[in-house]
């Protein structure tokens, strides 16, 4: 049973195909300026994924009570394009390697490396080294290889709504920590706030609301060390209208998202090193159209996101 949870953490919180402990390894392979080359995409496809659909769901402008008990439980998937820019890169970097039983560094050069998102063959690094004056053929390298091959990342999480109570509604994301000793283990909560201004400006031809909300999610590798730790941020104004069973929903929204990677990486001579670095996904404001289908309780979305990345959203969940 305990296997079964973490596998579906596994496919709601990242992707079935990306296996947390095989990136582990592969950033244990690599270096500091290797792995944020590698890793970068990632960031910025999963903030943008991460800090996705809150915009949209029903507003309650129901003002004779001050608390509209509505439960929402339901699923929220999301598609994100990559681009070929996310697949591959191109780099120069350094490591050191034994000659004689002596320690020297070596300069190496990698075309078309794979990222996480990148083909899941092993590529070659090729370099040079200079003794004295002289410089040398490096011995050649394999590096690491993608994990997951794909040009469309999809997303999956669980999503519960609280509200209303005075126009404000919460919007819950939750999972206690997982862990399975030879996968590690993997935690994630966010919380998110919305106000209908409606409650405040009733004569408005249509609801107005503001939002805004934290999230957290950290994975460990199967010896318990975290290894990646990411938040997100949101805040942002929608406004929606109810059309017989459809609600038609637009907004635009602030976001910022933050991973931080710590690891070790042992090198050529075996000998480990402890690695550490941020990075910050390229998304920072979007806007969002949508619309909903309603039949209670029974509810059905579906919306698109534009910024600096393109977000296809759908949902699907039920009212008590």
């Not at 819950?172 to 919380?191: D, E, W």
């Amino acid at each position: 049973m305990k296997k079964i949870i973490f596998l579906l953490v596994i496919i709601v919180l990242i992707n079935s195909n990306l296996r947390s402990q095989e990136l582990s390894n592969n950033l244990g392979g690599v270096g500091k300026t290797y792995a944020e080359k590698y890793i970068e995409p990632f960031s910025s496809v999963l903030g943008a994924s991460f800090n996705s659909h809150f915009i949209g769901g029903k507003m309650h402008t129901v003002m004779s009570l001050p608390f509209d008990a509505i439960l929402y439980v339901g699923f929220k998937m999301s598609g994100t394009i990559i681009n070929d820019d996310d697949r591959s890169f191109n780099l120069a970097f350094t490591d050191s390697i034994s000659l004689n039983n002596t320690k020297v560094l070596a300069y190496y050069n990698v075309q078309n490396a794979p990222t996480i998102f990148g083909s899941t063959e092993t590529p070659t690094a090729t370099g040079f080294y200079y003794m004295g004056n002289a410089q040398y053929p490096a011995p050649s390298i394999q590096t690491i290889p993608g994990i997951l091959n794909v040009k469309f990342y999809p997303f999956i999480i669980p999503q519960i709504g609280i509200g209303s109570f005075y126009g404000a509604d919460l919007t819950l994301r939750f999972i206690p920590r997982v862990s399975l000793s030879n996968y590690g283990a993997m935690s994630y909560s966010g919380v998110i706030l919305r106000y209908n201004l409606s409650y405040v400006f009733p004569k408005l031809p249509f609801n107005i609301a503001v939002q805004g909300g934290f999230q957290n999610i950290s994975i460990e590798n199967d010896n318990g060390s975290k290894y990646i730790d990411a938040n997100g941020y949101i805040a942002n104004i929608q406004a929606s209208k109810d059309i017989f069973l459809f609600n038609i929903y637009g907004g635009f929204q602030y976001e910022y998202f933050n991973l931080d990677v710590n690891y070790f990486y042992t090198d050529k001579l075996n000998k480990q090193t402890p690695v550490s670095f941020s990075q910050e996904g390229d998304m920072q404001y979007r806007g969002v159209l949508g619309a909903s289908f309603n039949i209670f309780p029974v509810s059905v979305n579906a919306d698109i996101s534009f910024g600096k990345r393109i977000i296809f959203g759908f949902g699907i969940g039920a009212s008590l």
